[in-house]
């Protein structure tokens, strides 16, 4: 059976439009409450959401659904992602529900959902649900006596930010620190400046003042300018830019110069593995991670396993293979000895565990490689993904001739856009541009006539 609904991270797409319709909505609940059903225990769902305008909409569609089928349901209202993982699990819960489209604009939304245990449903799973929206086969619903019950809990944001504050050092603390945190004005713009706060920072927010449809504008880890230029502007020790749903984060150093999830794993990594609390014998990235990355791990003596794109690929193999420490070049880290998804603010904590401890600025602490040349181009396309045409693939070929050993290329379909993303990376930046020029030149011509045609 081919995945309709879910792609590489829940279900995404236009708020309002199919997929994401609150009657879709609906059955989405009433099927994962079918497949998720264990024994004659009383049931309970765990929703959360970021701060876009359609979460009003499908907020109540899914609480409809699971009551529907017996479920209790507890909403938490607007908490990043990792929080809702990490709820799912402290309340007992068989199931976690994120609306989010994470980084995406105001205008998408998505539903994330996750297991008893706080990890993201599988495959099978997610297949298992569609076929029972498919076939209408949702199960039996509740008599009128077994109907769910819905509650709001008031002080889930107090339990996320004294579970993250946890996994800072004990006996120490940020003060004498000044942080900038870019929320994006998403799910995290109340806790993450609290946290930062409590742990004794000096704090400047940004983008801490959602209105429904600013998610993602121009702000946040997407766009982390914003974050870079208060940073030089307040004269902070690090910039903080977490995404929409706050499962990623790229910083900024004393400088305004960016750091992405490479660095920031590459210095967890090194400081675990010093302190013997590295498992697996290094970390799992995807892809994408910088060719630097896998030399740095090298001359430690420790490994780069990489994944297929997406964060669930990383933590699956994180699982199979023993490793604490995995993330993707984009921001998000999975340190699994604290969470058991992407967590922005938790990963930044043990950034600044290391700034502390070092006692040095942060251009110091988080330049721990160079990186190699790496270029990444997103191509948009329309109608069928361009991948298997014979010029596509031909030029993909060239490529990988011209770079002959000194790089590698990569060309893919993203997982929740409409974009084919091509990236090469190498010893010599003008070679590694040619190459993804090329590439997406050639995508770009086949492409042109079906799109004026559309």
Known sequence: MTRKLFGTDGIRGRANDTPMTAEIALKVAMASAAVLRRGEHRHRVVIGKDTRLSGYLFEPALAAGFVSMGFDVTMVGPLPTPAVAMLTRSYRADLGVMISASHNPFED??????????????????????????????????????????????????????????????????????????????????????????????????????????????????????????????????????????????????????????????????????????????????????????????KRGLNLVRTAVGDRYVVERMRADGFNIGGEQSGHLVLSDYATTGDGLLASLQVLAAIVAQEKKASEVLHVFDTVPQVLKNVRFDGTPPLERADVKGAIAEVEALLNGRGRVLVRKSGTEKLIRVMAEGDDRSTVESAVDRICDVIRAGDAPAASAA
Request: glycine share 12%; charged share 25%; aromatic share 4%.
């Open 109 to 298: 939304n998505g539903i994330k959902l996750f297991g008893a245990d706080g990890y993201k449903l599988s495959d099978a799973i997610e297949m298992e649900i569609e076929s029972k929206i498919e076939s209408g086969a949702h199960g039996e619903l509740a008599h009128a006596k077994q109907l769910g019950r819905a509650q709001r809990l008031d002080d889930a944001p107090g339990r996320y930010a004294e579970y993250v504050k946890s996994s800072f050092p004990k006996g120490r603390s940020l003060e004498g620190l000044k942080i900038v945190i870019d929320c994006a004005n998403g799910a995290a713009y109340k806790v993450a400046p609290r946290v930062l706060f409590e742990l004794g920072a000096e704090v400047i927010p940004v983008a801490v003042n959602p209105n429904g449809t600013n998610i993602n504008e121009k702000c946040g880890a997407v766009a982390p300018e914003a974050m870079q230029e208060a940073v030089v502007l307040h004269g902070a020790d690090l910039g903080i830019a977490l995404d929409g749903d706050a499962d990623r984060l790229i910083l900024a150093d004393e400088r305004g110069r960016r750091i992405d999830g490479d660095q920031i794993m590459a210095l967890i990594a090194t400081c675990w593995a010093d302190a013997g609390l590295l498992t697996g014998g290094g970390v799992v990235a995807t892809v994408m991670s910088n060719l630097g990355l896998e030399r740095h791990l090298q």
